[in-house]
């Protein structure tokens, strides 16, 4: 480990004033809401461009807000339920593993136990959001009844195991790379901490590198939850074909239709998740000042 970077990871650990898991919460939940809303026709886009029915069957340009209802009722509690999560493990976790050198790793640790729980909250309005955005579905409550009446309660966590295997790993790289980048930064300028503005750039690229590497996992897990048991959805619109599990579904794509399929949407993903990691980022870290002022 060089100087710079073990001077960076020893600020990591310098004392200061620590945000409440309210603050956390709070936090985390004007900047999930505000991500969804803003960049949503991106990720229609995205999620158009990775179905087996293709884009143009999918829906092409055409309403791009489909599913936007779905979205918000899970984006607030979702990543209120990740920062808090990712905070409370990070302060333990450094607490056990004190060491500078293991900073990486608490970081790992933290946003993985996140990704895990807020995945409980996240992966039924995702299974809303992504059949309505593929025009399998016109209404919020359409796609729910079929979900419930075709495949059950569980039908609302279908990718759900898809959902934590790519969530994890992007995480093990965003968050450990978005850290080390505001240590490196506010080291290198002789601050505490980075401001909210500089905070998002951080949060941008390491959102964008994390996205494009981990676009293979987002086919799958969008495959599987566009996929469903019913030959047709609402309206008579065909549904996707059946997928079943990640290993399979992989071995799928790949024999049907190539290695380039795995990559499907990787520009709007990368662009959405490096726009959204800016805004999502350094809101966040926003608001943790402003209501760490008020208390």
Same mark, same amino acid.
């Given at each position: 480990?060089?100087?710079?970077? @073990?001077?960076?990871? $020893?600020?990591?650990?310098?004392?200061?004033?620590?945000? &409440?898991?309210?603050?956390?919460?709070?936090?985390?939940? !004007?900047?999930?809401?505000?991500?969804?809303? #803003?960049?949503?026709?991106?990720?229609?886009?995205?999620?158009?461009?990775?179905?087996k029915a293709g884009?143009?069957? @999918?829906?092409?340009?055409?309403? =791009?807000?489909?599913?936007?209802?779905?979205?918000?009722?899970?984006?607030?509690?979702?990543?209120?339920?990740?920062?808090?999560?990712? +905070?409370?493990? /990070?302060? &333990?976790?450094?607490?056990?593993?004190?060491?500078?050198?293991h900073a990486p790793? =608490?970081? !790992?640790?933290?946003?993985?136990?996140? +990704? %895990? #729980?807020?995945?409980?909250?996240?992966?039924? $309005?995702?299974?809303?959001?992504?059949?309505?955005?593929?025009?399998?579905?016109?209404?919020?409550?359409?796609?729910?009844?079929?979900?419930?009446?075709?495949?059950?309660?569980?039908?609302?966590?279908?990718?759900?195991?898809? $959902? =934590?295997?790519?969530?994890?790993?992007?995480?093990? %790289?965003?968050?450990?790379?978005?850290?080390?980048? /505001?240590?490196?930064?506010?080291?290198? &300028?002789?601050?505490?901490?980075?401001?909210?503005?500089?905070?998002?750039?951080?949060?941008? %690229?390491?959102?964008?590198?994390?996205?494009?590497? &981990?676009?293979?996992?987002?086919?799958?897990? $969008?495959?599987?939850?566009? @996929?469903?048991?019913?030959?047709?959805?609402?309206?008579?619109?065909?549904?996707?074909?059946?997928?079943?599990?990640?290993?399979?579904?992989?071995?799928? %794509?790949?024999? +049907? +239709?190539?290695?380039?399929?795995?990559?499907?949407?990787?520009?709007?993903?990368?662009?959405?998740?490096?726009?959204?990691?800016?805004?999502?980022?350094? =809101?966040?870290?926003?608001?943790?000042?402003?209501?760490s002022k008020d208390?």
């Open positions: 480990m060089s100087d710079l970077s @073990s001077s960076a990871s $020893t600020l990591a650990v310098v004392p200061t004033k620590q945000a &409440t898991l309210l603050q956390c919460m709070l936090a985390g939940a !004007m900047a999930g809401t505000a991500v969804d809303t #803003a960049l949503f026709p991106l990720d229609t886009l995205k999620t158009r461009l990775q179905s884009f143009a069957a @999918s829906g092409g340009f055409r309403g =791009v807000y489909s599913g936007l209802t779905s979205a918000v009722i899970g984006s607030a509690p979702g990543a209120s339920m990740f920062f808090v999560t990712y +905070e409370g493990l /990070k302060k &333990t976790l450094s607490t056990v593993l004190p060491d500078p050198q790793m =608490v970081h !790992m640790m933290s946003a993985s136990g996140g +990704e %895990i #729980a807020a995945c409980f909250v996240r992966v039924p $309005t995702e299974v809303i959001k992504q059949r309505m955005q593929t025009k399998q579905f016109t209404t919020t409550s359409a796609a729910v009844k079929s979900v419930i009446h075709n495949e059950g309660i569980l039908g609302f966590y279908r990718g759900y195991f898809s $959902t =934590v295997a790519r969530e994890i790993p992007f995480t093990c %790289i965003q968050f450990p790379l978005y850290e080390y980048m /505001k240590k490196t930064y506010a080291f290198a &300028t002789h601050r505490p901490v980075v401001d909210p503005w500089e905070a998002a750039i951080c949060g941008s %690229i390491a959102g964008g590198i994390a996205a494009a590497i &981990t676009t293979p996992l987002d086919v799958i897990k $969008t495959r599987l939850m566009l @996929s469903q048991r019913s030959p047709v959805g609402a309206g008579g619109a065909p549904s996707s074909a059946y997928y079943s599990g990640i290993t399979s579904t992989f071995k799928r %794509i790949l024999a +049907e +239709e190539g290695p380039r399929a795995l990559f499907s949407g990787v520009g709007p993903r990368v662009m959405w998740i490096s726009i959204g990691g800016s805004i999502f980022l350094g =809101v966040y870290e926003k608001v943790k000042v402003i209501v208390n």
